[in-house]
């Protein structure tokens, strides 16, 4: 097995994001750097940092030279960081050494690579905005569609009160209204340029730096941040923290589907879901798996971004590598854990016998709550709630059903809102309501 599921031809399309690991490829990183090469030299040409016959030729080879990956692992390995190598072949593939002298003018290897990574990380969350926005509307139309069907609520694992399968899915739903709300204002500061220099003065460029910065924010599409941050890590800590929590509420979906999915519960059908080996009858739930799976790596992932954000003085090579090592695939995991999810929003069939079977096992002791407040509106609340209490033991243990022990001893209470889901329906059509569905 490769290190990564995502370069791996076998475990690919089971834990990885085609669409969020295109843009972590060696190319698609050189790519991006080349272009912030050629968009730099511009700017500095325009200002008149550098000839401006010289940044034209730099700016048009950057859109047009192709460099292998594999020609700068040997300097990488030296350098710790890709640019010298990236920097000496682009300069070797331009042909024209009077112009190549002015590339990468007065920039440091983390500037280039950081405002790479941004243009990449706008593309990432751009694409994860559009998917939470199909998978909130599809849950939407989910939840609406079973606003009214009852199902058990469980808490730890026990039936507590009759719910509504619409509320159930508006409970996975909720939570990623806020990711998304929370994602627009992270992209926009991951949108951010870098341009330090060296050590984060510009020294090379002299009083130029400030405006050649913004220039090169202005050309890309990114902001400003009016200052070099080599070293300020918050961005990124905030951008683990939130794919951390998305993943961890839609490992919640997983972890309910896995349950009801379950051998004698049984009230959900998933379409296509995984077979085995050797016992045919199996039907395993391997999306809402993968959705936990990836949320706990998600999680141990983050927690190592978090530790990258303690930075030594103006630059500390080895928490930078952390983010390096980790990065990329926290946010693959993400965008599979995200297309996982609206996959397996399509495919839920809930099976309403089933459910029924759930929420009436012949005791009836699903209504227990409602019986006691029943019962209070005619005694003190701790004696309705014992007296009931004590049905329920004799209900287990006896042949008569809760229902028809109260009937027994309180003929005369009024048991009409016992068995009912409350806000449940509501609360589903709400939700619905605010998705526009």
């Not at 730096?209 to 090169?216: D, I, N, S, T």
């Not at 999810?341 to 495919?347: Q, S, Y």
């Not at 701790?382 to 022990?405: H, N, W």
């Not at 109260?406 to 409350?422: I, K, N, Q, T, Y």
């Amino acid at each position: 097995m490769p290190a990564s599921a995502a370069d791996s031809a076998i475990y690919r399309n089971l834990f990885s994001d085609d669409a969020t690991a295109a843009l972590f490829t060696d190319s698609a990183e050189i790519r991006a750097m080349l272009l912030v090469e050629g968009v730099l030299a511009r700017v500095q040409g325009e200002l008149g940092l550098i000839p401006e016959a010289a940044a034209a030729y730099i700016d048009r080879s950057s859109r047009e030279v192709q460099i292998d990956p594999t020609a700068l692992a040997a300097e990488t390995a030296i350098n710790g960081v890709p640019i010298p190598g990236l920097v000496a072949a682009f300069r070797k593939a331009m042909q024209a050494p009077e112009y190549a002298q002015y590339l990468h003018w007065g920039a440091t290897s983390q500037d280039i690579m950081e405002t790479a990574l941004a243009l990449r990380l706008r593309r990432v969350t751009a694409s994860w905005d559009e998917s939470l926005g199909q998978l909130i509307t599809a849950l939407g139309a989910l939840a609406r569609t079973h606003a009214d069907l009852p199902m058990a609520a469980r808490t730890y694992g026990q039936a507590a009160t009759p719910t509504s399968f619409g509320a159930a899915v508006a409970g996975w739903g909720h939570p990623l209204l806020r990711h998304r709300a929370r994602l627009t204002p992270i992209a926009s500061d991951l949108a951010t340029v870098s341009l330090g220099g060296a050590a984060g003065t510009l020294s090379a460029m002299g009083s130029d730096g400030p405006a050649v910065r913004a220039a090169l924010a202005q050309a890309l599409g990114l902001t400003d941040p009016g200052h070099s941050w080599h070293a300020e890590r918050d961005r990124i800590g905030v951008f683990a923290a939130w794919m951390s929590g998305l993943a961890t509420s839609l490992a919640k979906m997983g972890e309910d589907l896995i349950l009801m999915t379950q051998s004698g519960i049984n009230e959900i059908t998933l379409e296509g879901a995984g077979g085995s080996s050797t016992m045919p009858q199996k039907q395993n739930p391997v999306g809402p798996s993968v959705l936990v799976a990836l949320a706990r790596q998600s999680v141990a992932l983050a927690a190592a971004l978090q530790g990258a954000g303690i930075h030594r003085q103006q630059r500390d090579g080895a928490a930078w590598f952390v983010e390096w090592l980790t990065l990329p695939q926290l946010c693959i995991s993400t965008g599979r854990a995200l297309a996982l999810a609206l996959e397996l929003a399509g495919r839920i069939a809930p099976d309403a016998r089933a459910m029924a079977r759930g929420l009436d096992d012949g005791t009836g002791l699903i209504h227990a709550e409602a019986y006691t407040f029943a019962l209070a509106r005619h005694m003190p609340r701790p004696e309705a709630q014992s007296r009931i209490k004590a049905l329920c033991v004799e209900a287990q243990a006896g042949k008569l059903s809760l229902p028809e022990l109260v009937a027994r001893d309180f003929p005369e209470l009024d048991l009409s809102a016992a068995g009912g889901l409350g806000a449940a329906p509501a609360e589903a059509r709400a939700f619905a309501q605010t998705v526009g569905v």
